[in-house]
């Protein structure tokens, strides 16, 4: 939940997604929104965040490195 906070590690955070857009191809408009909300900080973060849930199935591999960024 430290995505809130709007911290540096937003930026790795985003650089995590681009990876992983090529694992997901039906999430790929929902990262990129999220994307760009992170590029603003702005509170709509939390709902991207629930969109990324929703993919979950698709990017299981992914799940691991959003989590780990969320934490740094």
């Known amino acids: 939940m430290d995505i809130d906070t709007c911290e540096g590690d937003i930026d790795?955070?985003?650089v995590d997604i681009d990876s992983c857009e090529m694992d997901i191809?039906?999430?790929?408009m929902d990262i990129d929104l999220?994307?760009?909300d992170i590029d603003t900080c702005e509170m709509?973060?939390?709902m991207c965040e629930?969109?990324?849930?929703?993919?979950?199935g698709d990017i299981d591999t992914c799940?691991?490195?959003i989590d780990s960024s969320e934490i740094d």
């Open 12 to 14: 790795t955070f985003q």
């Open 25 to 28: 191809d039906t999430c790929e």
């Open 34 to 36: 999220f994307q760009m």
């Open 44 to 46: 709509d973060i939390d």
């Open 50 to 56: 629930v969109d990324i849930h929703m993919c979950e």
């Open 63 to 65: 799940e691991v490195d």
